[in-house]
Protein backbone atom coordinates (compact mmCIF):
# COMPACT_ATOMS: atom_id res chain seq x y z
CA UNK A 1 0.00 0.00 0.00
CA UNK A 2 1.01 3.33 -0.79
CA UNK A 3 2.36 5.88 2.23
CA UNK A 4 0.03 8.47 2.66
CA UNK A 5 0.72 11.95 3.11
CA UNK A 6 -1.55 14.98 3.80
CA UNK A 7 -1.37 18.66 3.71
CA UNK A 8 -3.54 21.46 4.35
CA UNK A 9 -3.22 25.24 4.29
CA UNK A 10 -5.78 27.50 6.23
CA UNK A 11 -8.83 28.40 5.06
CA UNK A 12 -9.33 32.15 3.85
CA UNK A 13 -12.46 34.54 5.01
CA UNK A 14 -14.69 34.19 1.92
CA UNK A 15 -15.20 37.65 2.22
CA UNK A 16 -11.96 38.97 0.63
CA UNK A 17 -10.50 38.58 -2.50
CA UNK A 18 -7.75 36.40 -2.72
CA UNK A 19 -4.51 38.01 -1.85
CA UNK A 20 -0.89 37.42 -3.57
CA UNK A 21 0.33 35.86 0.12
CA UNK A 22 -2.60 33.27 0.21
CA UNK A 23 -1.48 32.39 -3.51
CA UNK A 24 1.88 31.98 -2.06
CA UNK A 25 0.38 29.83 0.54
CA UNK A 26 -1.48 27.28 -1.77
CA UNK A 27 1.43 27.45 -4.15
CA UNK A 28 3.68 26.34 -1.35
CA UNK A 29 1.38 23.62 -0.20
CA UNK A 30 0.73 22.41 -3.83
CA UNK A 31 4.80 21.67 -4.98
CA UNK A 32 4.75 20.01 -1.29
CA UNK A 33 1.91 17.82 -2.47
CA UNK A 34 3.03 17.49 -5.98
CA UNK A 35 6.82 15.71 -4.77
CA UNK A 36 5.32 13.98 -2.15
CA UNK A 37 2.96 12.32 -4.95
CA UNK A 38 5.97 12.10 -7.08
CA UNK A 39 7.99 9.69 -4.67
CA UNK A 40 4.50 7.48 -4.82
CA UNK A 41 2.30 8.34 -2.07
CA UNK A 42 -1.18 9.01 -1.75
CA UNK A 43 -1.88 12.33 -1.41
CA UNK A 44 -4.81 14.80 0.59
CA UNK A 45 -4.39 18.13 -0.28
CA UNK A 46 -6.97 20.27 1.36
CA UNK A 47 -7.79 24.03 1.66
CA UNK A 48 -11.74 25.56 1.97
CA UNK A 49 -12.97 28.99 3.11
CA UNK A 50 -13.90 29.95 6.13
CA UNK A 51 -17.49 31.62 6.29
CA UNK A 52 -18.97 31.95 9.65
CA UNK A 53 -18.00 34.82 12.42
CA UNK A 54 -18.82 38.66 12.33
CA UNK A 55 -17.01 39.94 9.56
CA UNK A 56 -18.71 37.65 7.00
CA UNK A 57 -22.16 37.90 8.77
CA UNK A 58 -22.26 42.15 8.18
CA UNK A 59 -21.00 42.29 5.05
CA UNK A 60 -23.55 39.64 3.87
CA UNK A 61 -25.82 42.43 5.41
CA UNK A 62 -24.52 44.93 3.67
CA UNK A 63 -24.96 43.51 0.28
CA UNK A 64 -28.75 42.59 1.26
CA UNK A 65 -28.35 38.86 1.26
CA UNK A 66 -28.31 35.89 3.87
CA UNK A 67 -25.01 35.14 4.77
CA UNK A 68 -25.26 31.35 2.94
CA UNK A 69 -26.63 33.31 -0.53
CA UNK A 70 -23.19 35.77 0.79
CA UNK A 71 -20.88 32.74 1.07
CA UNK A 72 -22.37 30.95 -1.85
CA UNK A 73 -21.55 33.75 -3.95
CA UNK A 74 -18.21 34.76 -3.33
CA UNK A 75 -16.50 31.10 -2.56
CA UNK A 76 -16.21 31.50 -6.38
CA UNK A 77 -12.96 33.32 -6.25
CA UNK A 78 -11.62 30.92 -4.21
CA UNK A 79 -12.41 27.75 -5.93
CA UNK A 80 -10.90 29.51 -9.10
CA UNK A 81 -7.79 29.40 -7.83
CA UNK A 82 -7.45 25.80 -8.57
CA UNK A 83 -7.58 26.35 -12.69
CA UNK A 84 -5.63 29.96 -12.02
CA UNK A 85 -2.10 28.69 -10.34
CA UNK A 86 -2.73 25.21 -11.61
CA UNK A 87 -3.02 23.19 -8.00
CA UNK A 88 -3.30 19.34 -7.55
CA UNK A 89 -6.10 20.40 -4.89
CA UNK A 90 -8.03 16.89 -4.02
CA UNK A 91 -10.53 18.50 -0.78
CA UNK A 92 -11.99 21.87 -0.78
CA UNK A 93 -13.74 22.58 2.53
CA UNK A 94 -16.24 25.17 3.39
CA UNK A 95 -17.25 25.39 7.15
CA UNK A 96 -20.95 25.80 6.05
CA UNK A 97 -20.46 22.24 5.15
CA UNK A 98 -22.66 19.85 6.61
CA UNK A 99 -20.48 17.58 7.47
CA UNK A 100 -17.97 20.24 8.78
CA UNK A 101 -20.55 21.62 11.04
CA UNK A 102 -21.38 17.79 12.18
CA UNK A 103 -17.41 17.23 13.14
CA UNK A 104 -17.34 20.74 14.66
CA UNK A 105 -20.32 19.91 16.74
CA UNK A 106 -18.01 16.35 17.90
CA UNK A 107 -15.62 17.56 18.70
CA UNK A 108 -17.61 20.31 21.02
CA UNK A 109 -18.66 17.47 22.62
CA UNK A 110 -15.68 15.45 23.35
CA UNK A 111 -13.67 18.64 24.93
CA UNK A 112 -16.81 19.15 27.16
CA UNK A 113 -16.55 15.68 28.16
CA UNK A 114 -13.30 15.97 29.11
CA UNK A 115 -14.38 19.16 30.95
CA UNK A 116 -12.77 21.68 29.46
CA UNK A 117 -15.75 23.90 28.31
CA UNK A 118 -17.17 26.35 31.00
CA UNK A 119 -19.31 29.52 31.01
CA UNK A 120 -18.17 32.47 32.16
CA UNK A 121 -18.25 36.57 31.78
CA UNK A 122 -16.49 37.89 28.50
CA UNK A 123 -15.09 41.28 28.63
CA UNK A 124 -13.06 42.12 25.86
CA UNK A 125 -11.59 44.67 23.42
CA UNK A 126 -11.95 43.05 19.34
CA UNK A 127 -10.77 43.28 16.22
CA UNK A 128 -13.42 42.27 13.86
CA UNK A 129 -10.49 42.08 11.15
CA UNK A 130 -8.75 39.55 12.42
CA UNK A 131 -11.92 38.29 14.19
CA UNK A 132 -9.85 37.92 17.24
CA UNK A 133 -9.57 39.21 21.06
CA UNK A 134 -6.99 41.74 21.13
CA UNK A 135 -4.55 43.18 24.64
CA UNK A 136 -3.89 46.80 25.34
CA UNK A 137 -0.25 45.68 24.42
CA UNK A 138 -0.78 44.30 20.94
CA UNK A 139 -3.22 47.72 20.03
CA UNK A 140 -1.11 50.53 18.57
CA UNK A 141 -2.59 54.13 19.30
CA UNK A 142 -5.88 52.05 20.45
CA UNK A 143 -6.24 50.30 17.08
CA UNK A 144 -5.44 46.83 15.76
CA UNK A 145 -1.94 47.35 13.83
CA UNK A 146 -2.79 44.88 10.91
CA UNK A 147 -6.62 46.87 10.73
CA UNK A 148 -6.07 50.56 11.58
CA UNK A 149 -8.88 50.95 9.57
CA UNK A 150 -11.07 48.98 11.92
CA UNK A 151 -12.47 50.07 14.94
CA UNK A 152 -11.58 48.03 18.41
CA UNK A 153 -15.26 46.66 19.50
CA UNK A 154 -16.10 45.72 22.94
CA UNK A 155 -17.94 42.51 23.39
CA UNK A 156 -19.43 42.30 26.69
CA UNK A 157 -21.62 38.95 27.28
CA UNK A 158 -21.72 35.47 28.75
CA UNK A 159 -20.38 32.95 26.88
CA UNK A 160 -18.30 29.32 27.19
CA UNK A 161 -14.83 29.76 27.16
CA UNK A 162 -11.58 26.62 26.39
CA UNK A 163 -9.57 25.64 29.27
CA UNK A 164 -6.34 26.16 27.11
CA UNK A 165 -4.12 27.26 30.34
CA UNK A 166 -5.01 23.31 31.24
CA UNK A 167 -2.30 22.47 28.42
CA UNK A 168 0.86 24.76 29.18
CA UNK A 169 2.75 21.35 30.17
CA UNK A 170 1.22 19.10 27.40
CA UNK A 171 2.18 21.76 24.69
CA UNK A 172 6.34 22.40 25.90
CA UNK A 173 6.75 18.92 26.07
CA UNK A 174 5.22 18.81 22.84
CA UNK A 175 7.62 21.44 21.67
CA UNK A 176 10.59 19.95 23.48
CA UNK A 177 9.96 16.16 22.45
CA UNK A 178 9.18 17.22 18.13
CA UNK A 179 12.47 20.19 17.84
CA UNK A 180 11.10 20.05 13.91
CA UNK A 181 7.24 20.19 14.86
CA UNK A 182 7.45 24.06 13.77
CA UNK A 183 9.36 24.97 10.77
CA UNK A 184 11.29 27.50 11.29
CA UNK A 185 13.09 26.77 14.33
CA UNK A 186 12.48 30.57 15.47
CA UNK A 187 9.20 30.09 15.32
CA UNK A 188 9.05 27.40 17.59
CA UNK A 189 10.98 29.59 19.99
CA UNK A 190 8.36 32.75 19.81
CA UNK A 191 5.62 29.74 20.29
CA UNK A 192 6.93 28.17 23.21
CA UNK A 193 7.93 31.81 24.85
CA UNK A 194 3.94 32.09 24.83
CA UNK A 195 3.34 29.36 26.06
CA UNK A 196 5.91 29.68 29.07
CA UNK A 197 4.45 33.04 29.73
CA UNK A 198 0.95 31.00 30.43
CA UNK A 199 -1.87 30.45 28.27
CA UNK A 200 -4.76 32.42 29.42
CA UNK A 201 -8.70 30.52 28.85
CA UNK A 202 -10.30 32.05 25.42
CA UNK A 203 -13.74 32.62 24.78
CA UNK A 204 -14.82 29.88 21.91
CA UNK A 205 -18.91 30.82 21.56
CA UNK A 206 -21.01 33.96 21.05
CA UNK A 207 -24.44 34.96 22.10
CA UNK A 208 -26.55 33.75 19.09
CA UNK A 209 -28.68 37.41 19.83
CA UNK A 210 -25.86 39.13 19.14
CA UNK A 211 -23.90 37.26 15.91
CA UNK A 212 -26.29 34.61 15.00
CA UNK A 213 -23.46 33.39 11.73
CA UNK A 214 -21.77 30.21 13.54
CA UNK A 215 -22.05 26.67 13.95
CA UNK A 216 -24.42 26.02 16.90
CA UNK A 217 -23.49 25.16 20.08
CA UNK A 218 -24.84 21.70 21.10
CA UNK A 219 -27.35 21.62 23.81
CA UNK A 220 -27.66 25.64 23.57
CA UNK A 221 -29.77 27.32 21.46
CA UNK A 222 -28.53 30.82 22.74
CA UNK A 223 -25.12 29.98 21.42
CA UNK A 224 -23.07 29.59 18.47
CA UNK A 225 -19.07 29.00 17.94
CA UNK A 226 -16.80 31.33 18.19
CA UNK A 227 -15.53 31.39 14.12
CA UNK A 228 -11.48 30.43 15.04
CA UNK A 229 -13.16 27.52 17.09
CA UNK A 230 -14.84 25.65 13.97
CA UNK A 231 -12.80 27.17 11.29
CA UNK A 232 -9.41 24.46 12.99
CA UNK A 233 -11.47 21.95 13.04
CA UNK A 234 -11.48 21.96 9.15
CA UNK A 235 -8.08 20.11 9.44
CA UNK A 236 -9.94 17.16 10.63
CA UNK A 237 -13.37 17.64 9.28
CA UNK A 238 -12.09 17.11 5.52
CA UNK A 239 -10.46 13.53 6.36
CA UNK A 240 -13.54 12.72 7.23
CA UNK A 241 -13.59 12.60 11.08
CA UNK A 242 -15.43 11.47 13.13
CA UNK A 243 -17.38 9.35 10.69
CA UNK A 244 -14.69 7.93 8.22
CA UNK A 245 -11.97 6.87 11.00
CA UNK A 246 -10.25 4.93 9.02
CA UNK A 247 -9.74 7.84 6.16
CA UNK A 248 -8.31 9.55 9.14
CA UNK A 249 -6.64 6.93 10.62
CA UNK A 250 -4.16 7.07 7.54
CA UNK A 251 -3.92 10.68 6.75
CA UNK A 252 -3.89 12.01 10.09
CA UNK A 253 -1.03 13.67 11.44
CA UNK A 254 -0.95 16.17 8.80
CA UNK A 255 1.54 18.73 7.48
CA UNK A 256 0.15 22.23 7.88
CA UNK A 257 0.48 25.42 6.28
CA UNK A 258 -0.13 29.13 7.37
CA UNK A 259 1.44 32.73 7.58
CA UNK A 260 3.08 34.28 10.84
CA UNK A 261 0.03 35.99 11.99
CA UNK A 262 -1.42 32.16 12.76
CA UNK A 263 1.06 30.90 14.70
CA UNK A 264 -0.21 30.88 18.07
CA UNK A 265 -3.74 29.69 16.53
CA UNK A 266 -2.36 26.59 14.28
CA UNK A 267 0.74 25.68 16.77
CA UNK A 268 -1.07 25.83 20.37
CA UNK A 269 -4.45 26.68 20.55
CA UNK A 270 -5.51 23.51 17.69
CA UNK A 271 -2.94 21.34 19.49
CA UNK A 272 -4.66 21.90 23.16
CA UNK A 273 -7.86 21.57 21.23
CA UNK A 274 -6.97 18.09 19.66
CA UNK A 275 -5.21 17.17 23.44
CA UNK A 276 -8.65 17.91 25.09
CA UNK A 277 -10.88 15.94 21.73
CA UNK A 278 -8.47 12.57 22.00
CA UNK A 279 -6.56 12.88 19.02
CA UNK A 280 -3.06 13.13 18.09
CA UNK A 281 -1.34 16.65 17.30
CA UNK A 282 -0.38 17.97 13.76
CA UNK A 283 2.54 16.41 12.12
CA UNK A 284 4.09 19.47 11.85
CA UNK A 285 3.85 23.32 10.74
CA UNK A 286 5.41 25.45 8.30
CA UNK A 287 5.41 29.03 9.28
CA UNK A 288 5.99 31.60 6.65
CA UNK A 289 6.27 35.07 6.29
CA UNK A 290 4.36 38.20 4.54
CA UNK A 291 5.08 39.56 1.29
CA UNK A 292 5.57 43.00 1.18
CA UNK A 293 5.82 45.87 -2.23
CA UNK A 294 8.49 47.82 -2.43
CA UNK A 295 9.35 48.11 0.81
CA UNK A 296 5.87 48.88 1.89
CA UNK A 297 2.73 46.65 3.39
CA UNK A 298 0.47 45.96 0.97
CA UNK A 299 -3.17 47.39 1.88
CA UNK A 300 -6.26 48.80 0.23
CA UNK A 301 -6.01 52.08 1.64
CA UNK A 302 -2.49 52.19 0.03
CA UNK A 303 -3.71 51.24 -3.55
CA UNK A 304 -0.42 49.22 -3.53
CA UNK A 305 -2.19 45.66 -3.39
CA UNK A 306 -0.55 43.11 -6.04
CA UNK A 307 -3.43 41.12 -7.56
CA UNK A 308 -2.45 37.11 -8.33
CA UNK A 309 -5.63 37.19 -10.91
CA UNK A 310 -4.07 39.99 -13.15
CA UNK A 311 -0.27 38.91 -12.75
CA UNK A 312 -1.38 35.45 -14.16
CA UNK A 313 -3.01 37.06 -17.15
CA UNK A 314 0.52 38.77 -18.27
CA UNK A 315 2.96 36.39 -17.49
CA UNK A 316 0.98 33.15 -17.03
CA UNK A 317 1.20 30.46 -13.83
CA UNK A 318 4.57 29.15 -13.89
CA UNK A 319 5.54 32.58 -13.93
CA UNK A 320 4.32 33.82 -11.14
CA UNK A 321 4.81 30.61 -8.97
CA UNK A 322 7.84 30.48 -10.45
CA UNK A 323 8.35 34.27 -8.39
CA UNK A 324 6.38 33.42 -5.14
CA UNK A 325 8.89 30.41 -4.59
CA UNK A 326 12.24 31.69 -5.61
CA UNK A 327 12.27 35.22 -4.95
CA UNK A 328 10.30 35.31 -1.59
CA UNK A 329 12.51 33.50 1.51
CA UNK A 330 10.78 30.73 2.84
CA UNK A 331 11.32 31.64 6.42
CA UNK A 332 10.97 35.43 5.78
CA UNK A 333 8.99 38.64 4.76
CA UNK A 334 9.95 38.82 1.00
CA UNK A 335 9.26 41.92 -1.66
CA UNK A 336 7.04 42.08 -4.58
CA UNK A 337 7.64 44.66 -7.02
CA UNK A 338 7.08 44.28 -10.97
CA UNK A 339 10.43 45.84 -11.97
CA UNK A 340 12.09 42.68 -10.13
CA UNK A 341 9.09 40.42 -11.20
CA UNK A 342 10.51 40.88 -14.46
CA UNK A 343 13.91 40.94 -14.16
CA UNK A 344 13.54 37.42 -12.81
CA UNK A 345 11.20 36.08 -15.59
CA UNK A 346 14.14 37.69 -18.21
CA UNK A 347 16.53 36.52 -16.53
CA UNK A 348 15.47 32.74 -15.37
CA UNK A 349 12.97 31.72 -17.82
CA UNK A 350 13.25 33.41 -20.86
CA UNK A 351 17.00 33.70 -20.73
CA UNK A 352 18.04 30.76 -18.37
CA UNK A 353 16.09 27.62 -18.82
CA UNK A 354 13.93 28.82 -21.82
CA UNK A 355 17.20 29.35 -23.90
CA UNK A 356 18.77 26.24 -22.67
CA UNK A 357 15.91 24.47 -23.91
CA UNK A 358 15.87 26.09 -27.11
CA UNK A 359 19.02 25.78 -27.86
CA UNK A 360 19.61 21.91 -27.04
CA UNK A 361 16.27 21.22 -29.04
CA UNK A 362 17.64 22.75 -32.28
CA UNK A 363 20.98 20.94 -32.12
CA UNK A 364 19.29 18.22 -31.54
CA UNK A 365 16.99 18.67 -34.37
CA UNK A 366 19.77 19.66 -36.91
CA UNK A 367 21.80 16.82 -36.25
CA UNK A 368 18.88 14.31 -37.43
CA UNK A 369 19.40 11.88 -34.65
CA UNK A 370 17.12 9.87 -32.63
CA UNK A 371 17.16 9.75 -29.34
CA UNK A 372 15.82 6.82 -26.63
CA UNK A 373 13.43 7.68 -24.05
CA UNK A 374 15.48 6.70 -20.48
CA UNK A 375 13.52 6.23 -17.58
CA UNK A 376 14.83 8.68 -14.53
CA UNK A 377 14.69 6.73 -11.56
CA UNK A 378 13.21 8.58 -8.33
CA UNK A 379 16.00 8.18 -6.77
CA UNK A 380 17.47 11.19 -8.47
CA UNK A 381 14.64 13.08 -7.50
CA UNK A 382 14.73 12.01 -3.72
CA UNK A 383 18.30 12.39 -3.39
CA UNK A 384 18.49 15.82 -4.59
CA UNK A 385 15.30 17.54 -3.14
CA UNK A 386 14.79 15.58 0.00
CA UNK A 387 16.34 17.04 3.10
CA UNK A 388 15.70 20.32 1.42
CA UNK A 389 11.49 19.93 0.78
CA UNK A 390 11.48 18.51 4.30
CA UNK A 391 12.93 21.78 5.63
CA UNK A 392 10.01 23.91 3.06
CA UNK A 393 13.37 25.54 1.52
CA UNK A 394 11.69 26.22 -1.56
CA UNK A 395 14.10 28.84 -2.90
CA UNK A 396 17.10 27.24 -1.86
CA UNK A 397 15.90 23.81 -4.04
CA UNK A 398 15.22 26.24 -6.94
CA UNK A 399 18.02 28.07 -7.05
CA UNK A 400 20.12 24.90 -6.69
CA UNK A 401 18.58 23.63 -10.04
CA UNK A 402 19.35 26.45 -12.01
CA UNK A 403 22.87 26.34 -10.21
CA UNK A 404 23.71 22.75 -10.31
CA UNK A 405 21.32 21.37 -13.26
CA UNK A 406 20.59 23.98 -15.40
CA UNK A 407 24.14 25.93 -15.65
CA UNK A 408 26.26 22.93 -16.40
CA UNK A 409 24.13 21.93 -19.88
CA UNK A 410 25.40 25.39 -21.24
CA UNK A 411 28.81 24.91 -20.08
CA UNK A 412 28.82 21.48 -21.64
CA UNK A 413 27.24 22.76 -24.86
CA UNK A 414 29.80 25.63 -25.05
CA UNK A 415 32.95 23.17 -24.48
CA UNK A 416 32.04 20.59 -26.74
CA UNK A 417 30.27 22.70 -29.59
CA UNK A 418 28.55 20.06 -30.78
CA UNK A 419 28.16 21.86 -34.23
CA UNK A 420 31.27 20.84 -35.26
CA UNK A 421 31.17 17.47 -34.31
CA UNK A 422 31.36 15.43 -37.81
CA UNK A 423 31.52 11.66 -36.27
CA UNK A 424 27.75 10.64 -35.61
CA UNK A 425 28.21 8.10 -32.98
CA UNK A 426 30.52 11.06 -31.28
CA UNK A 427 27.85 13.58 -31.61
CA UNK A 428 25.21 10.88 -30.36
CA UNK A 429 27.03 11.03 -27.66
CA UNK A 430 27.29 14.26 -26.45
CA UNK A 431 23.87 15.27 -27.35
CA UNK A 432 22.25 12.20 -25.93
CA UNK A 433 23.96 14.16 -22.34
CA UNK A 434 21.99 16.95 -22.59
CA UNK A 435 18.89 15.54 -23.44
CA UNK A 436 19.06 13.40 -20.53
CA UNK A 437 20.01 16.35 -18.25
CA UNK A 438 17.40 18.57 -19.42
CA UNK A 439 14.93 14.99 -18.86
CA UNK A 440 16.43 15.24 -15.23
CA UNK A 441 15.89 19.01 -14.81
CA UNK A 442 12.18 18.59 -15.84
CA UNK A 443 11.88 16.20 -13.33
CA UNK A 444 13.34 18.08 -10.54
CA UNK A 445 11.07 21.12 -11.43
CA UNK A 446 7.74 19.24 -11.85
CA UNK A 447 6.94 19.77 -8.44
CA UNK A 448 7.66 23.61 -9.03
CA UNK A 449 6.22 24.49 -12.71
CA UNK A 450 4.36 21.55 -13.71
CA UNK A 451 3.67 23.01 -16.90
CA UNK A 452 6.75 23.95 -18.05
CA UNK A 453 8.48 20.53 -16.45
CA UNK A 454 5.43 18.81 -18.43
CA UNK A 455 6.12 20.92 -22.17
CA UNK A 456 10.10 20.04 -21.88
CA UNK A 457 9.27 16.50 -20.68
CA UNK A 458 6.89 15.97 -23.97
CA UNK A 459 9.39 17.54 -25.90
CA UNK A 460 12.38 15.91 -25.15
CA UNK A 461 10.67 12.40 -24.86
CA UNK A 462 12.24 11.31 -28.07
CA UNK A 463 12.91 9.69 -30.55
CA UNK A 464 12.72 12.62 -32.96
CA UNK A 465 13.27 16.01 -31.07
CA UNK A 466 11.78 19.26 -32.61
CA UNK A 467 12.28 23.02 -31.80
CA UNK A 468 9.11 24.68 -30.23
CA UNK A 469 8.69 28.16 -29.35
CA UNK A 470 9.93 29.76 -26.63
CA UNK A 471 9.12 28.81 -23.25
CA UNK A 472 8.79 31.80 -21.85
CA UNK A 473 8.45 34.60 -24.19
CA UNK A 474 10.28 37.91 -22.97
CA UNK A 475 8.96 40.68 -21.70
ZN1 LIG B 1 -6.95 43.05 13.21
Redesign the pocket.
Known amino acids: MAKKFYITTTLPYVNADPHIGFAMEIIRADTVARYHRLLGEEVIFNTGTDEHGLKVFRKAAQEKKSPQEYCDKHVTKYQGLKNLLNLSVTHFTRTTDQFHIEAAQEFWRRCQKNGDIYKAKYQIKY?V??ELEKTESELANGR?P??PD?TIEIIDEENYFFRFSKYQKQLLALYEERPDFVIPKFRLGEIKKFIQAGPKDFSISRLKSKMPWGVPVPDDPEQVMYVWFDALINYISALGWPKDLDNFKGFWPGVQIAGKDNLRQQSAMWQAMLISAGLPTSKQIYIEGFINTGGQKMSKSLGNVIDPFELVEKYGTDAVRYYLLREIPAYDDGDFSIQRFEELYNADLANGLGNTVSRVAKLVENSGLEFNGTRLPKKVLRNAQKNALADFRFDLILNNIWVTDLHPIEIHVDQHQPWLIKDKDKLLLVLQEEVDSLREVALKISPFLPETAEKIRKQFAGPKIKSEKPLFPRV
Open positions: CGCCIHK
